[in-house]
């Protein structure tokens, strides 16, 4: 079983989207951060509506599922990058495509709320932005 897991890319959390709407990140199991960002997207998402679960996801899965189409969209985030679409994974074994290979709609749609409750154009109804000073 090693290295057969998907759990964070680069040290930021991953997600991926399916075309029934399911969001997926990997569960928090002591060998991955447990972001503040990926919190927020969770919350963020699940106020979309969108189920959210937290899987044990393959590389082998993200491979199968991104060629079928069944998988539509992945992204990582992190506080410096906060939503980052993962449009193509390359490896030594081969690469392929998630999605179009850009930014899917909800990753768009994910990381605009994000960002705009961080500069204060969306309401923050979480108190998740503190004024200082």
């Known amino acids: 079983e090693e290295h057969k897991w998907i759990e964070e890319l680069g040290g930021m959390n991953l997600f991926f989207v399916f075309d029934d709407g399911r969001l997926v990140t990997p569960p928090l199991t002591g060998t991955i951060l447990p972001g503040i960002t990926r919190n927020s997207l969770i919350t963020?998402?699940?106020?979309?509506?969108?189920?959210?679960?937290?899987?044990?996801?393959?590389?082998?899965?993200?491979?199968?599922?991104?060629?079928?189409?069944?998988?539509?969209?992945?992204?990582?985030?992190?506080?410096?990058?906060?939503?980052?679409?993962?449009?193509?994974?390359?490896?030594h074994d081969g690469e392929f495509t998630i999605g179009s290979g850009g930014p899917g709609q909800l990753t768009q749609k994910l990381r605009e709320r994000l960002v705009g409750i961080q500069r204060g154009t969306v309401a923050d109804r979480h108190g998740w932005v503190v004024k200082i000073g």
Do not use: H, I, M, N
Not at 55 to 60: A, D, F, K, P, T
Not at 65 to 86: H, I, N, Q, W, Y
């Open 44 to 91: 963020l998402a699940r106020e979309e509506g969108l189920e959210v679960s937290e899987e044990r996801y393959s590389l082998q899965q993200w491979r199968d599922d991104a060629t079928s189409g069944k998988l539509v969209e992945s992204f990582a985030c992190g506080t410096a990058a906060v939503v980052t679409p993962v449009g193509r994974v390359a490896g």
